[in-house]
């Protein structure tokens, strides 16, 4: 079965600052792999989908990678703001076409 | 955005009373999921559609039904609502095939009393 593991799960920093979220599964035998952000009382916007022959996908100040040998996924957001504040899930679609999620990252970006 | 409604957006309702969560979608996808999100828990799948009238169950499927009758609409019934159904619930969809992104949409927040 595929486990999902979001590290750490929460994070606090000031505005400004480099970050990287880090997914990590079991099973490399994956299709893809999305990050989703979920602000509070709201439901989930996908931000990235990297397939599972691709390495990075960006888009505007995110960049997210993949290395299926070693299970990994890291979403980097460069020049964090405190909008980007919010919760940051990782899912992971096998051959059941179903995906599995992480926990998900707490992010808070301070003035 | 991709298309899709939840109905109701808010619910209150009684311990033992039925209750049927809504969503619809615009986008024409094969794949509709119904997920419940808890504290402690996160993301939990219910049940899931691959297609019209073709369902399956997820790994909290007891004391939930669902139906798929048109593409467009998959819907969630709670037969006899208990306290521990109370939850934030999530329909997501996806167009089909391995390399598709899933969809959410806004959630239902169903509170039992």
């Known amino acids: 079965k595929q486990e999902v593991t979001q590290i750490p799960a929460a994070l606090s920093v000031p505005e400004g600052e480099n970050l990287v979220l880090n997914c990590s599964f079991t099973?490399?035998?994956?299709?893809?792999l999305q990050w989703f952000r979920q602000d509070p009382g709201k439901g989930l916007t996908s931000l990235l989908l990297?397939?599972?022959?691709?390495r990075e996908q960006t888009s505007g100040r995110l960049n997210a990678s993949l290395d299926k040998s070693s299970g990994r996924s890291t979403l980097y957001i460069a020049a964090s703001q405190p909008g980007d504040s919010a919760t940051y899930l990782c899912?992971?679609?096998?051959?059941?076409?179903?995906?599995?999620f992480g926990r998900g990252t707490s992010l808070i970006v301070h003035p | 955005d991709a298309g899709i409604t939840q109905s109701p957006r808010h619910k209150v309702t009684e311990t033992g009373t039925p209750v049927t969560l809504r969503c619809h979608q615009t986008?024409?996808?094969?794949?509709m999921y119904w997920y419940r999100q808890d504290p402690g828990h996160g993301l939990r799948l219910i049940h899931y559609?691959?297609?019209?009238?073709?369902?399956d169950k997820g790994e909290v499927s007891d004391g939930y039904s669902v139906s798929r009758s048109k593409t467009e609409d998959f819907l969630l019934t709670l037969e006899s609502a208990t306290s521990s159904q109370t939850s934030v619930y999530f329909c997501?969809?996806?167009?089909?095939?391995?390399?598709?992104?899933?969809?959410f949409g806004d959630g239902t927040r169903l509170s039992i009393l």
């Open positions: 990297i397939q599972s022959s691709q």
């Open positions: 099973d490399s035998a994956i299709y893809n």
């Open positions: 559609s691959y297609g019209v009238k073709d369902t």
């Open positions: 899912a992971v679609k096998g051959g059941s076409y179903i995906p599995t």
């Open positions: 986008e024409n996808h094969r794949y």
């Open positions: 997501a969809i996806s167009e089909g095939g391995g390399d598709q992104p899933q969809h």
